[in-house]
């Protein structure tokens, strides 16, 4: 765990596939411990803030539990409220946070945010999701895919829909552990030709098919997961009547689940919209495993937060 401390958590690229995997078992060996009521506070007397800029139900939640019961305490921090939403720079908010906090999370839009964060503080800073990212859900995702399936690499997951924060973190993560992503997109709306540059070059290394095509079907063939999310990301809420037309094709419904192998699980990082990314049949049936995706948020930061900050 030593070895992890004080660094950062702004992307899994980060971190090898050793270190990816080593977090992984720790969360699921945080969540046995929870379940059977075991103590464990490597957080006593630290304190973690979390920074938002924008909405969040399973995020927020997750880190101020989660901070609570590894023993720290958690403060919730609105932009709007901290100086930095009166234009305090991210730099000087950084040098002040780190003469205070132990950890501090930050949701925001600009990815440049993050790192700007990261420079400047001499504390770990935890990506909880910008507009190119979202690690901390990918790591709590590739726990629930371990739990289900026994294993990441080898494995086929199908991300289907917008080329965002979800596909980017899922095609990087995948990348990295040896995982084949096969994201299917419409035109204009593909991953950064960056993030797929980037994939490419870890795919190298780990051996993992990381592709993008247009065809849901040919993402979804014989697919171990599938992935969806939101068609309009946070921020994007004006594009929405745009973003059904030219995702009309892209809805993860029962004809296009038939495609993939028959004990396929379905994952979403949630809000989700029945009827729109996905159908109400796919997303409340039987190979949907979401909330115990969800619940892996919990455990998967407090892994993170146990092995940075503890
Ligand atoms: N999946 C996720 O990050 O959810 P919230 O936006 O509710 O935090
Ligand atoms: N892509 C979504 C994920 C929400 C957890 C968004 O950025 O709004």
């Given at each position: 765990l030593s070895h992890f401390k004080g660094k950062d958590f702004v992307e899994l690229s980060d971190y090898t596939a050793e270190e990816i995997n080593f977090l992984i078992e720790l969360a699921i060996e945080l969540k046995r411990k929870q379940k059977a009521g075991e103590v464990y506070r490597p957080l006593e007397g630290k304190t973690v803030g979390l920074i938002f800029e924008k909405s969040s139900t399973r995020t927020r939640v997750s880190f101020e539990v989660g901070t609570y019961q590894l023993g720290g305490h958690a403060l919730f921090l609105s932009k709007n409220d901290i100086q930095m939403g009166r234009g305090e720079t991210i730099a000087d908010t950084a040098r002040v946070m780190s003469?205070?906090?132990d950890g501090i999370m930050i949701r925001t839009f600009g990815h440049e945010n993050v790192t700007e964060l990261a420079k400047y503080a001499d504390i770990p800073v935890i990506n909880g999701l910008s507009d190119l990212g979202h690690p901390c859900q990918v790591l709590a995702d590739f726990q629930?895919?371990?739990?289900q399936k026994g294993k990441l690499k080898g494995?086929?997951?199908?991300?289907?829909?917008?080329?965002?924060?979800?596909?980017?973190?899922?095609?990087?993560?995948?990348?990295?552990v040896g995982l084949d992503v096969y994201v299917a997109s419409p035109e204009g709306y593909e991953p950064d030709p960056a993030v797929i540059k980037q994939c490419e070059q870890l795919a190298a290394e780990s051996g993992a098919t990381v592709k993008v095509v247009r065809d849901p079907q040919e993402a979804v063939q014989d697919a171990d997961v599938i992935y969806t999310d939101v068609w309009a990301s946070m921020g994007f809420e004006e594009e929405q009547k745009i973003r059904e037309q030219a995702?009309?094709?892209y809805q993860v419904n029962e004809a296009l689940v038939s495609h993939a192998k028959p004990d396929y699980i379905f994952l979403h990082c949630l809000p989700a919209h029945r009827g729109e990314e996905v159908s109400a049949g796919v997303i409340d049936?039987?190979?949907?495993?979401?909330?115990d995706e969800a619940e892996n948020?919990?455990?998967?930061?407090k892994a993170i937060m146990a092995a940075l900050i503890g």
């Open positions: 003469r205070y906090l629930t895919i371990v739990e494995l086929k997951l199908a991300y289907i829909g917008d080329g965002n924060n979800m596909a980017h973190s899922l095609m990087i993560g995948g990348a990295r995702f009309a094709d049936g039987p190979n949907s495993v979401i909330f948020r919990l455990h998967a930061q």
